[in-house]
Nanobody, 124 residues
Framework: QVQLVESGGGSVQAGGSLRLSCVVS????????VGWSRQVPGKEREGVAR????????YYADSVKGRFTISQDNAKNTVYLQMNSLKPEDTAMYYC?????????????????WGQGTQVTVSS
């Protein structure tokens, strides 16, 4: 079983930065794939980035490449999403999610466990 708790959301002006954190509580020592996705009311959830909890190459959606950085601290069981150069279109509820294995790309179906989400609001 895996539990995910996000934090770090808030309100920021365009061009600003925020760092989201996701603490991963797990009952087995498995190298989970952990990702961030976001959703705006009325729209489909969009994958943003993902990485393996014990490290490895990250994967990003084209919309955030060069602005967002996902990283992990295995000792703290935490995955971070550093968001720079934020735009109003980044406004959304951001969710952390985990799955046993991630196929290529950002496939939300790979994620079995989900957090409650943290709101990010970017004003122009």
């Amino acid at each position: 079983q895996v539990q995910l708790v996000e934090s770090g959301g808030g309100s920021v002006q365009a061009g600003g930065s925020l760092r989201l954190s996701c603490v991963v509580s797990r009952s087995s020592y498995h190298n989970y794939c952990v990702g961030w996705s976001r959703q705006v009311p009325g729209k489909e959830r969009e994958g943003v980035a993902r990485i393996y909890l014990m490290g490895g190459s990250p994967y990003y959606a084209d919309s955030v490449k060069g602005r967002f950085t996902i990283s992990q601290d295995n000792a703290k069981n935490t995955v971070y999403l550093q968001m720079n150069s934020l735009k109003p279109e980044d406004t959304a509820m951001y969710y952390c999610a985990a799955g046993a294995f991630c196929r290529g790309g950002l496939m939300l179906a790979d994620f079995k466990y989900w957090g409650q989400g943290t709101q990010v609001t970017v004003s122009s």
